[in-house]
């Protein structure tokens, strides 16, 4: 594995990183809860659940960042080389894995681990080995 070190822009993914996790601070301190994606959206499409003007705000920043994001500078390319079929059984499995997991990367690797959660950390070591193990049977098995 090599670094493209003409791409590599680690003052931009510390500002990044800092910015997620004063989000999720902010969030924990001012509402008392923790900033889980799959927990907002969750109580926005739950019937009877909490539709507080938190949550859609809190989405509807989630969609206007791109279009923040272009007024610096151009947003990455996006490609899908599996297809849409492909792209919705990810999808399946990424919603089916939140579920059974009782919350996302989010909720867990970034607000469950500042709390020092152990359940956060054993899914978080449970996402990162599925990641790496999806990756490597996908690159170097199936040679896709």
């Avoid at 926005?44 to 539709?51: A, I, M, W």
């Avoid at 607000?111 to 049977?137: D, E, N, P, Q, Y």
């Amino acid at each position: 594995m090599t670094i493209d070190w003409a791409h590599f822009t680690p003052w931009t993914a510390l500002a990044g990183g800092a910015l997620i996790g004063l989000a999720a601070a902010l969030f924990v301190v001012l509402n008392g809860r923790v900033a889980g994606i799959s927990g907002v959206l969750g109580g926005l499409l739950v019937r009877g659940g909490d539709p507080t003007g938190e949550r859609l705000l809190f989405v509807l920043g989630l969609l206007l960042a791109p279009l923040v994001w272009q007024l610096f500078s151009s947003l990455p390319a996006i490609e899908f080389s599996v297809g849409w079929p492909g792209l919705l059984l990810a999808g399946l499995l990424v919603g089916v894995g939140t579920r059974l997991g009782s919350g996302c990367t989010s909720g867990h690797g970034v607000c469950g681990l500042a709390r020092l959660s152990g359940r956060s950390l054993v899914a978080t070591l449970c996402f990162m080995a599925s990641g790496f193990a999806t990756v490597f049977i996908v690159r170097h098995l199936l040679g896709a």
